[in-house]
């Protein structure tokens, strides 16, 4: 960075630009929090500042300016750039990845001895960094190092709870890797331990229990619904698992249902964002509040991850809800987000069943996992 500093812009080019790009506006100022305190601990920088530092920029004497900007193409261009830094490229689509590289070249071409710097986890086997670090050119160098080797200080519990939790993330958080195509969620292994014998379970006097449903439209899709409570030994269980198959009338379902939430005392059912507003209009007419669930089909999943390979889940031993359990895959999205989904569109009809059971095993009480709690 002193380097990048010291740099004078030459005849042709006003000033410098040290740039530093993240797409995250909060990771942005995050950035440059990190520039202004190196700025201010390092005297040599120190001295060449001509202002106090502004939002999101730094002067120096020199010429050159610090900035932090979208990782975009049309806000990198135009530079003259000593330096530039890409932060978590290998979470960018592809093409985007891509394209943010395209576009800061041209700016480092003018000024010898420029520098592209990119910091980042890895992300999907595609992309830019992918590219770079599997088969990196002759002025690349590539530092690809584990979390405890860069950072120490990190508690070795986090890391086995990490690695426990969510396998998939550990290899691209804590080993380095890059992750590619799809995985499959849930250990089967796993999935058997949490399977109990016995069928549904009586209501208990005194137990809080909390409870899901998973409508459709009464024509595809079959609607299901359960219920759960947190054990005494803080395992999340189970106890009620109904399914409709269709064809059926959407009112005759929540019929069912409402039956079955009054055994149980339960006063308020979470439900799927799908047709909320007439699923609340039928339920509340039968004296049970519907809320829409705050969470998206991909993080119900995901929260389940945790809970499914520590073995503090107890559900139903149900063919069709453990198949589908086993068939749940997990990918990276051209934008490096995770999605998951059952392997194939032919087990739609029947995937709600283990939306449900997902929701009220992660919500059942207090059971949480690592990406935050469910419910």
Not at 20 to 28: F, K
Not at 95 to 115: D, I, K, M, Q, Y
Not at 193 to 201: F, I, K, P, Q, V
Request: charged share 25%.
């Amino acid at each position: 960075m002193l380097a990048a500093v010291n740099a004078r812009p030459p005849a042709h080019a006003e000033q410098h630009v040290v740039a530093m790009a993240q797409t995250e506006t909060n990771a942005r100022r995050v950035l440059f929090a990190m520039a202004q305190s190196i700025t201010e601990a390092e005297l040599a920088l120190k001295r060449r500042l001509i202002e106090e530092p502004k939002r999101g920029e730094i002067a120096f004497d020199t010429g050159t300016r610090l900035i932090t900007t979208p990782c975009v193409p049309s806000s990198l261009r135009g530079y003259a750039s000593p330096l530039i830094c890409l932060d978590e490229l290998g979470y960018y689509g592809p093409e985007e990845s891509v394209e943010a590289v395209r576009a800061a070249r041209p700016c480092l071409a003018t000024v010898p001895g420029s520098r592209l710097v990119i910091i980042s986890s890895p992300g999907p086997a595609i992309g830019a960094l992918y590219d770079m670090c599997e088969k990196p050119g002759a002025d690349t160098l590539v530092w690809r190092a584990s979390a405890p080797d860069m950072n120490p200080s990190l508690p070795r519990d986090y890391l086995e709870r990490m690695r426990v939790d969510d396998p998939l993330g550990y290899r691209a958080e804590v080993l380095a890797e890059f992750v590619s195509g799809v995985s499959t969620l849930l250990d089967p292994a796993a999935i058997e331990r949490c399977a109990r014998d016995g069928g549904e379970l009586p209501p208990h006097p005194g137990t809080h229990y909390r409870a899901f449903a998973d409508m459709s439209g009464g024509r595809h899709d079959a609607a299901t619904f359960a219920v759960g409570h947190l054990g005494a030994d803080g395992d999340a269980v189970v106890d009620v698992l109904r399914r409709v198959e269709p064809p059926f009338s959407p009112a005759d379902a929540v019929d069912e249902f409402v039956a079955v939430a009054r055994d149980y005392c339960v006063s308020k059912v979470i439900g799927d964002a799908y047709g909320a507003a007439l699923n609340a209009d039928l339920w509340t007419e039968r004296g049970v509040r519907y809320e829409p669930c705050r969470f998206n089909r991909s993080q119900l999943y995901l929260s389940l991850v945790g809970p499914v390979n520590q073995g503090r889940v107890r559900v139903p031993r149900d063919a069709t809800l453990l198949r589908e359990l086993r068939q749940l895959q997990r990918r990276k999205t051209r934008a490096g987000r995770e999605s998951v989904d059952h392997r194939t569109r032919a087990v739609t009809t029947r995937r709600t069943r283990s939306r449900a059971s997902c929701f009220s095993c992660s919500s059942g009480g207090r059971t949480r996992s690592r990406r935050g709690r469910s419910g």
